[in-house]
């Protein structure tokens, strides 16, 4: 009987060998993948139980910062963060809305958590660039014109916003153009550009119409600024003017490039 031949014995050494190099690559990947399957999901249902189930990172403390005329207390209270559950599961956005919403004199907050177990609400509160006179308290006015609350007494270094508008007559259609609001927050925009040494000692801002805005000093000194328009080059024109004619009691930049005063 023939012997085997070359080529039969070469199949068998072939099978005998296992699967081809390619056959056990992939097996070995598959091993692979499904080992990391389970790690993964061991470590998903850990974590899980961690953020969602277990006391490791429960909501205990809330704190405050930022606040001035607010107390972490009251900010805490408007708040109203439940205590206990998962901080995984505090809605910082709702707080964030309710804040601004009970609280007007909150500019912005940011909720952030402090893992493990508390949340920190980060404020920033308005600041009063000028008070409307309501009664015998003081509603406060910030630099975007916003109204966001009433105190009873005015704030040092505040000025005081004069809406002496007109009812008749041709200024009486500069009201009606632009609504008591609009004017409101021209007053507030020449409020912003006052010179730093005149917005000290500025105690009112008087609005007659758009483009009929005056100041009136602590001292008695008067300015007319006109519009809001041109305000920083008005600040310049004034800081000027008041140097080169100190005694003045009357000073004009409500056309910045040519001013005027009068008195002494």
Do not use: N
């Not at 927050?185 to 000290?200: F, G, I, K, M």
């Amino acid at each position: 009987m023939a012997g085997s031949t070359t080529a039969e014995r070469g199949e068998r050494r072939r099978e005998s060998s296992g699967p081809p190099p390619v056959r056990r690559l992939g097996l070995r990947r598959l091993r692979l993948l499904v080992l990391l399957g389970i790690a993964f999901a061991f470590l998903g249902s850990g974590s899980f139980w961690l953020l969602y189930g277990s006391d490791l990172a429960r909501l205990e403390k809330v704190s405050v910062s930022g606040t001035r005329v607010l107390t972490p207390k009251q900010v805490r209270e408007a708040a109203d963060v439940p205590l206990g559950g998962p901080l995984i599961s505090v809605d910082t956005g709702a707080i964030e809305a309710r804040l601004a919403r009970e609280l007007p004199r909150i500019d912005t907050v940011e909720v952030v958590r402090s893992w493990p177990h508390g949340l920190e609400l980060r404020v920033t509160e308005r600041s009063p660039v000028l008070l409307v006179r309501k009664g015998g308290k003081f509603v406060e006015v910030d630099d975007e014109g916003v109204r966001f609350a009433t105190v009873t007494k005015a704030p040092r270094g505040v000025p005081e916003l004069d809406l002496d508008l007109p009812r008749r007559g041709s200024a009486a259609a500069s009201v009606r153009r632009f609504g008591e609001d609009r004017l409101v927050r021209e007053a507030v925009r020449v409020a912003r550009d006052l010179p730093a040494s005149v917005a000290r000692t500025t105690r009112k801002v008087e609005v007659r119409s758009y483009d009929a805005v005056s100041l009136e000093l602590k001292d008695g000194r008067t300015v007319a600024w006109g519009s809001s328009e041109k305000g920083p080059d008005k600040a310049r024109t004034l800081t000027a003017l008041m140097k080169a004619v100190p005694d003045a009691r009357h000073f004009d930049v409500s056309v910045p490039t040519a001013p005027a005063s009068s008195g002494s």
